[in-house]
């Protein structure tokens, strides 16, 4: 059964600030890895999209790598903003016979403080 | 560009009555998710749809059910709803199911709030 590990729960940063947030997984058979930004009481924003045959995607000021024998992956946030605090969610999508649902993480709650 | 729309957004329902939860997917998209988000918890997967068809099943009670139309939105149909229903709902749409090497992400609706007392 696939598990879903994010490091740290929380985290509090001045404006600014370059961030790293980890993700792990325990089962490497992935099509895919997400990262996600969810705000209080809102919806799943997908910020990035890793294919399991790459290693790192990059939008903006966001940076995402995939280590898939490692079952790792993290998400760097440069110069971050107040703009940015949020719930940032790590998503996998496992291949194989269950390889429709996405299994999530518990997230990292991020504050950046102006 | 359309995103996924879900109604109603807010849902309060008594103990043991039922409720319906509606998913209208993007435009073209086959494929449809159902999620459950309890209070501080992390998205859990309930099932999926694909053109009308149940495509694969998480742990979803049997006091739920679900279905695909025709127009491929989708209903998740609750009964005998208990206190530790109360989460919000998650739908969500891809324009093919998932395959190896796919760029394809769930677009994800804003959700329906469901509080059950």
């Known amino acids: 059964k696939q598990e879903v590990t994010q490091i740290p729960a929380a985290l509090s940063v001045p404006e600014g600030e370059n961030l790293v947030l980890n993700c792990s997984f325990t089962?490497?058979?992935?099509?895919?890895l997400q990262w996600f930004r969810q705000d209080p009481g809102k919806g799943l924003t997908s910020l990035l999209l890793i294919q399991s045959s790459q290693r790192e995607q990059t939008s903006g000021r966001l940076n995402a790598s995939l280590d898939k024998s490692s079952g790792r992956s993290t998400l760097y946030i440069a110069a971050s903003q107040p703009g940015d605090s949020a719930t940032y969610l790590c998503?996998?999508?496992?291949?194989?016979?269950?390889?429709?649902?996405?299994?999530f993480g518990k997230g990292t709650l991020l504050t950046v403080n102006p | 560009a359309a995103g996924v729309i879900q109604s109603p957004r807010h849902l309060i329902k008594e103990k043991r009555e039922t409720a319906t939860l509606k998913c209208y997917p993007i435009?073209?998209?086959?494929?449809v998710y159902w999620y459950q988000q309890g209070p501080g918890q992390d998205p859990q997967f309930l099932i999926s749809?694909?053109?009308?068809?149940?495509?694969d099943k998480g742990s979803i009670p049997d006091r739920f059910s679900a279905q695909q139309f025709s127009d491929y939105h989708s209903e998740l149909n609750m009964s005998s709803l208990e206190l530790g229903d109360s989460a919000l709902y998650f739908c969500a749409s891809s324009p093919r199911p998932p395959l190896a090497g796919s760029t394809d992400t769930q677009y994800f609706g804003p959700g329906t709030r469901l509080t059950v007392l």
């Open positions: 749809f694909y053109e009308k068809m149940q495509s």
């Open positions: 998503a996998v999508q496992n291949g194989g016979g269950s390889n429709y649902k996405l299994t």
């Open positions: 435009p073209r998209h086959d494929t």
């Open positions: 089962d490497s058979a992935i099509y895919n």
